[in-house]
């Protein structure tokens, strides 16, 4: 093994039911090297770093660590930690119900002389540990006190805690703000020029190129390459990504310029909010017409969706649809309006894991049917094949738990759930976000083909870029309330200054 390598794996090789996850995958990763690990859901990426972590049982193929003599085969996460391999994946995957401190040292906690756990010694060090990395938090308080993006940051910094070898990042990013983005940069490039080997997997572009030196592309369970970054331009990163060319973004702009500006209210809420998560708003979405909700994280973009559908009952205002005002107290009455919700967290609050992709399709459509008007499973059938294929889902069949697809599938077959109910109004929240650039792709298309169709959505994205490319118009957001909207001039620039508070907005 090289003296400069701290990690390789040759040949793994692994399949599920129906599927070749991964086929004689190579991954050489060195010291001191942030290596970005990238390919469309579906390409093998996770399956990789569960067989590096020792949560796959891969059927063939050789792990190496610098230090270790002969093939390391861990058979759980306590192995791979044992031997330099620390992991935060995408999905906190923490206990909410214990404090910071308590996360941080979760089975490792320093014990006394009398075989006690040393409380006031680890609080000590979890305070010192979080202060170091610039994360304010009391580290007493229980972790489900604290915002997604902060729970995030509590698992990258006990990850670094076990001073590893390797750190593997599985989407570390995908919930957090541009502050604390680039925070974790800084901690990243430090522990690189400690020589600790970083694989990186992210599915934006921009920080691929931020912060990366080198990049492995996988596609459909198998190894395209590893280059260099200054030798893959993002063009090329793309297409070794998506086995072509990829060209959508003009036409994403050509298709959404339609003004429906005259078009009738589908949805109006007057003064609504919800007591201490959203001040009261005012927002008009037309037929036809896509209006995205930019903010920072915590800036109120969620709470604003989740007071219109119901899921937080509005404390004041009033809301119309399709011109006659409406009272929801909760989401079932918001579907019997036409009306559904992609949330953000597809995990807590979208997919059901142990069921299968048919039943998750159906279930809303069921729920709004009620469960007296049971659909029979042929209709359940025909329904779920027409829209796997609608929205292009990977998958052996129809009877695969849900559990068992990549990340971007299961956001694909939430959606697909909300489409099968025929909605005139679709509330996304991220819709977008830990999934690839062909499915982002695809699902902006979708946005602007179902507005096309005349259906109102309300898109909230962290990627300013994308919401220009589908939106007719945005609402901004900030501490909690809507500070304004921009109808024209929509640039990166003009939003980024209405977020700030440093630009014109129009309500």
């Known amino acids: 093994m090289d003296n400069n390598v701290v990690l390789t794996a040759r040949g793994i090789t692994m399949t599920f039911p129906g599927v070749k996850a991964l086929e004689k995958v190579d991954f050489t990763l060195r010291k001191g090297e942030i290596h970005a690990l990238m390919g469309e859901n579906g390409a093998g990426k996770s399956t990789l770093i569960k067989c590096l972590t020792g949560i796959n049982d891969f059927e063939a193929g050789e792990i190496h660590v610098d230090g270790i003599s002969g ?24 206990c909410p119900n214990l404090s910071v401190a308590e996360n941080l040292f979760i089975g490792r906690e320093p014990m006394t002389k009398f075989h006690t756990v040393d409380r006031k010694s680890y609080v000590k060090r979890a305070q010192k540990i979080m202060d170091e990395l610039g994360i304010s938090v009391d580290v007493t308080q229980n972790l489900e006190n604290y915002s997604l993006a902060i729970q995030q940051m509590v698992a990258i910094a006990r990850a670094v805690d076990m001073e ?24 990243m490039r430090s522990l690189r020029d400690k020589g600790v080997g970083i694989v990186f997997v992210t599915h934006f572009l921009e920080q691929v190129y931020a912060v990366c030196d080198r990049i492995t592309v996988l596609r459909d369970g198998q190894l395209v390459g590893e280059f260099p970054i200054a030798e893959l331009p993002r063009v090329k990163l793309v297409a070794a990504m998506m086995g072509k060319n990829l060209d959508d973004l003009a036409e994403i702009q050509k298709e959404s310029t339609a003004d429906v500006s005259k078009n009738p209210l589908e949805i109006s809420a007057k003064g609504l909010s919800h007591t201490g998560t959203i001040k009261p708003f005012d927002l008009d979405i037309h ?18 969706a989740r007071a219109i559908y119901g899921a937080d009952r509005a404390s004041t205002g009033t809301l119309s649809v399709d011109g006659k005002e409406v009272r929801i107290g909760q989401p079932i009455d918001a579907m019997n309006l036409g009306m559904g919700m992609l949330p953000d967290d597809r995990k807590a609050e979208g997919i059901i894991a142990d069921l299968s992709v048919r039943e998750n ?12 008007k049971k659909l029979s499973r042929a209709k359940q059938e025909e329904i779920a094949a027409r829209y796997i294929d609608l929205v292009q889902i990977k998958t052996a069949d129809q009877e695969t738990l849900v559990k068992q697809l990549s990340g971007g599938n299961q956001q694909k077959v ?19 976000r830990g999934i690839d650039v062909g499915t982002k792709s695809e699902i902006q298309k979708m946005i602007v083909k179902l507005a096309g169709e005349g259906k109102s959505i309300l898109f909230i994205s962290s990627e300013i870029a994308e919401m220009l490319r589908t939106c007719n118009r945005m609402a901004i957001m900030r501490d909690g309330q809507k500070v304004g909207e921009l109808d024209h001039d929509l640039t990166q620039e003009n939003v980024m200054k209405a977020i700030a508070g440093g630009g014109e907005t129009h309500e």
């Open 71 to 94: 093939p390391v085969k861990n058979h759980s996460t306590k192995d791979a930690q044992e031997v330099g391999i620390s992991t935060v994946y995408q999905e906190v995957n923490l």
């Open 164 to 187: 590893c070898k390797v750190l593997i990042l599985d989407e570390p990013t995908s919930s957090l703000d541009d502050e604390e983005v680039e925070k974790l940069f800084t901690l």
């Open 287 to 304: 037929k036809g017409e896509v209006v995205g909700v930019a903010g920072l994280l915590g800036s109120g973009r969620s709470e604003m």
């Open 361 to 372: 399709i159906i279930l809303a459509l069921q729920a709004k049917k009620g469960m007296f």
């Open 414 to 432: 939430i959606l697909a759930r909300w489409l099968a109910t025929d909605p005139d109004f679709l509330i996304l929240d991220e819709p977008t």
